[in-house]
């Protein structure tokens, strides 16, 4: 609770500020099995308020609250942009300088002669694809860039071409976000976690927001699910950790949104304010590694194997928020609405209550389109589809024929021929349907 002391100029309350429909949307996705966890935080000049509904396991898990760590996944990309602020306002580098000068060995990519920036990676401008093509994700797909070192990351930058000019087209880059947080590493001697803890963490008195968990920490962790199974937590190296590699709690969170906002007691350090300002608008607008949402508001999500997060700032109001969940299902709209009622709560669909014993019925080698093999199974009572090479997913009953996947655009529709068994499924993703024909024994 060390890091709530330093907010304690303001109250601390656990259900102000959260209406009784954002409460009962929380409690509906829990409920029904979309996320076996949500916590929130708001900050503003009221006060800090929680909310927090669920627990750490979907079964005998420990009840969540402010203090229960997550993975942050792509929120870590803030972190980075900061740490970069910090190390420019304390005259380390610059942010137009090359990233070339501080990669002395190793030939980085270039554009008939325009080079990569700072600037360019923290605003996803550089002309780096989302990931680098020697990533094999098919490897380890449930803990993909554990793998992934520093020799991995040079060899790929000494191999790819540019195929544009940096700062001319917005491509989302968790590479790129990587990139960045192993550079700063280089030029700190330090590693990703200690930059935060030495620049920020000590700050705000955030114990708990980590890369690499202890032994303690890991009893407040809460297990990443999905499909509501439990799922291994994501591990990164220095290589690429700037793109997602952070933990942390609510409670904690929200102190790294006070730092953000021009609450009493604290004042915005340039490298903050360098963090919000515009610095390129490319197709859509971005401060360093903070998204724009109208004029006012900065965001960013996260989403990892078993989690999705998100945070943002509300600069006029001077509001921050966060929402946090063990669970592939968006919580982004949550995350909105708080900092601007007009964005609709979404409503998860509804799960039908079916005998398990039907899926016993559906069990089976499928084809589609004559090419793409799938296997349906059933474990524990539940129902999954695997595609061939690729992870099972589970996918949840809105009736006895009709299945779909939580949070992601695909539903399977069984259908029985006129032997009354099950003789192919029709598979609809993006409003495209087509027949998947059961492979007969």
Known sequence: MRNI???LFISISMNAQFSEEFKASILERVDNGYAPSIAVGVIDSSGVHFYNYGKTKN?????????????????????????LAEMISEGEMKLDDPI?????NVQVPDYKGIKITFRHLATHNSGLPRLPDNLKLGEDLS??????????????????????????????????AGLLGYILTQQSGMTLEEMFDEKVGKRIFAD?????????QKEKLALGHSGGDVVPNWDFQDALAGGGAFKSTVSEMLSFLFLQLDLDEND?????????????EVERKMGLGWHFYKENIRWHNGGTGGYRSFCGIDLEKNRGVVVLSNSTYSVDDLGLHLLDESEALQKPRAIAKVDPQIYKDYVGKYVLSGIMGMEVTTEDDKLYFQPFGQPKYRIYPESDTLYFMLGVEI?????KGEDGKVDSFIFEQNNIKQEAKRVKK
């Open 143 to 176: 803990n993909p860039y554990a793998h992934y070192d520093e020799k991995m990351l040079l060899d790929f930058l000494e191999k790819y071409k540019l195929l544009r000019e940096p700062g001319t087209k917005h491509e989302y880059s968790n590479l790129g």
């Open 100 to 104: 070339e000068d501080y990669l002395p």
């Open 411 to 415: 539903e399977l529709e069984f259908v």
């Open 59 to 83: 079964e005998f898990g420990k009840n969540v609250d402010q203090e229960t760590i997550y993975e942050i996944g792509s929120i870590s990309k803030v972190f980075t942009s900061l740490l």
């Open 5 to 7: 002391l330093f907010l």
């Open 208 to 216: 708990n927001t980590k890369i690499t968990l202890s032994e303690e």
């Open 268 to 280: 915005r350090t340039n490298a903050t304010e360098l963090t919000q300002e515009l610095q390129a």
